[in-house]
Structures are given as C-alpha cells and as structure tokens.
C-alpha cells in the first residue's frame, strides 16, 4: 500500500498548486520591478525566468523519480540516513513556513491599503486564519479542490486586463535591446526569484495519482506562470508610460483604476479583494506542508495539532507585532535567496549525489 495513497491528488490539481503559489504574491509589483532594472525592456526577462525555473522543475522530478512513493524527507532519509532526513524536515519546515507567513502578512497589507485601512492588523490575520485552518485541516486533497475551484472562477480577471489595451502605447516597448543585454538579464534574475514556489512538487509528488505525467505537469505550471507574467506586464507597459511605470507600487492594481461599469464604479477595489483568494495559494498550500515537515518530524499521521499550534503562534505574534511593507521587503529577499537554495540549488546536489550512490552501490538505509 502506498504510504501517501490516501490523500491523492489529481494531474490538473498538481499543476495548479505549483501554479498558484507561484503567482500568489509576487504578481502585484512585478511589472514596476522589471521597469525598474530594464526599463520597457524588462519583459523579455520572463521568458529567461521561465528557462531557468522548469530547468529546475524536471530536475526536481528527476529526484523524486528516485523514490517516486516517498517525499524529499524520505528520500533523505533512504539515502543518508534519518539524520539528513530530520535535518531536511525542518530546513523545509522552516522554509515553506518562512514562505507563508510572508504570503500572509503581505495580504495583510494590501487589505489595510486598499481595503481595510481602519482594521487592525491582528482582526486581518484572524480572518485570513480561520479559512486557512478549515481548509488545510483536511489534507492536499481538499487544499486541491480549493485551488482548482478559485483559479477557475479567476478566469474573468484575464479579461478584464483586456480593456486598459484601447488605450494601449505599443511604441513604449520598442526599441528593443536598446541598453544591450545587462539590463535584461537583471530583469531575468528578478523573474526567476518571482518563479519561486515550484518547489512544493519536493513534498507534493508522491501525492500525484499518475508520476509519469509529473514532468509535462511542472512544465504546464511554469508555462502559464509565465503567461501571466507576461501578459500582465506587457499590459502594463504599453499602457504606462516609462517614467510612470516606476512610480506605481502596484502597477497591477493601478492599472484598472481607469475602467469604469455603470453597475461598479473601482474596480480595482473588486479586483483586490478576490484576489485575496489568490493571496492565499501563498500561505494555505505552504502552511500544510510546513506543519507536513514537523509532523514527519515526530512521526505521526494527523497534521492538525501542529497546524492548530502554527495558527496560535501566528495569531499571538500579530497581536504584538506586524511587517511594515519595507521590513516584508527585505524579507522578501530573504526568501528569494532562501528559495534559489531550498528549490534550485539543494535539489540539484542531491540529484548529482543520489545518482553517483545508485552507480556506485552505496549503502541504502531501510
């Protein structure tokens, strides 16, 4: 029997859990940070990003190819011992927590922006836990269903980007390579930190039902990622000039400020509050799966004290202190740094070990 099998996960489900933390917080300001490093140019960093992130992807499925019926923590543990294995339980832990609670306190801060300017930031945090609690209690299968549900009830937002494009300036894109190519692949170093998140295939793959679509699955994923990317900032240069495209935080939201409906007047409000649903594919998916680690960690089945436990901490910790968006800023780039580690570099050097250790017979512990 298969030690996961009682909480699968469909194909269609897999891609849109790497697809959605993928997208979940880092879309807002991604158009003003590539006008920033490469000006009308930066775009054409999405696509590099996208090379470099589905390169580590299929490596990342090459990996857990090793021992398709176990998660990263297992597999560490079959080939270095449970030492590595423990060691890994809580790096990921630690990471995929670090992951979420940055997703939630950045949400935080849009709704108090946007929405909520005169609510504290702790009734914020207990409204967006309870949700979470509901949902992750019951395992990926159901965080699964909530994913699929959303992404296809978001569908409308593709096309109401498409109404800003009447007043589209499409000479702001050219020339091309006007600054050579510097500015660009500083763009694209940006793009492959936003790509962050298709980590979660290290602990998601022994949950999928077919493996052996696995890899057309985290290609699908990084794919249209990288649509949403690219649409999205394509729309907002060609409709900002230059110089406004830098002085927009959100150019995202911004952009909509110009569409008006006779039955809506802001529909950037609209827009920011259902994208909190989108907001939480970065904490809710990444929060089971820290408390996933730890649970592991101890050796036992029910994630849900360690999940109650989690929500108490973050509940006590808001009450006396919340990021300002400066401070989540620079831990942002924390997890970006955090995540080349955790997602490209450590999958790769395990990859490179597992495989000397098959050819040469090492030692397997059971």
Request: glycine letters at 6%.
């Amino acid at each position: 029997m298969k030690k996961y099998g009682l909480n699968e996960i469909t194909l269609m489900q897999f891609i849109f859990m790497n697809f959605g933390v993928q997208i979940s917080i880092g879309l807002l300001a991604l158009p003003q940070v590539l006008a920033e490093r490469a000006g009308t140019e930066g775009w054409i960093g999405i696509p590099i990003g996208w090379v470099f992130s589905t390169g580590a992807s299929l490596i990342i499925i090459q990996l857990m190819k090793k021992f398709p019926d176990g998660t990263v923590v297992d597999l560490l543990t079959r080939y270095l011992g449970n030492w590595a294995g423990k060691s890994g339980a809580i790096l990921y832990a630690l990471y995929y927590l670090f992951f979420g609670y940055l997703g939630i306190v950045r949400t935080i801060l849009y709704t108090k922006d946007w929405l909520l300017p005169q609510t504290s930031a702790y009734i914020t945090m207990l409204l967006l836990l309870i949700p979470t609690y509901t949902i992750a209690r019951n395992g990926l299968r159901i965080i699964g269903r909530y994913v699929e549900l959303i992404i296809f009830l978001s569908l409308w937002i593709v096309f109401v980007y498409l109404f800003p494009l009447k007043d589209a300036h499409w000479l702001h894109l050219f020339p091309i390579f006007k600054e050579g190519w510097k500015p660009i692949f500083s763009a694209a170093q940006v793009t492959i930190f936003s790509y962050l998140g298709f980590g979660v295939t290290l602990i998601l793959y022994p949950f999928l039902q077919n493996k052996t679509k696995a890899s057309m699955g985290v290609v699908i994923s990084n794919t249209m990622t990288m649509l949403v990317f690219l649409f999205i900032t394509i729309v907002c240069f060609v409709y900002f000039s230059p110089d406004e495209m830098k002085a927009y935080n959100e150019p995202v939201v911004n952009v909509l400020k110009t569409i008006e409906f006779k039955f809506i007047e802001r529909v950037e409000m609209l827009f920011v509050a259902f994208y909190l649903f989108i907001f939480s594919f970065s904490w809710i998916p990444t929060m089971y799966l820290s408390v996933f680690c730890t649970s592991w960690l101890f050796g036992k089945q029910d994630h849900r004290s360690h999940l109650r436990l989690l929500w108490l901490i973050i509940a006590v910790a808001t009450f006396f202190y919340i990021p300002t968006f400066n401070q989540s800023d620079q831990m942002d780039k924390a997890l970006a740094w955090a995540g080349i580690c955790c997602e490209y570099v450590f999958p790769a050097c395990l990859l490179i070990y597992v495989c000397i250790h098959d050819r040469l017979g090492w030692r397997v512990y059971e």
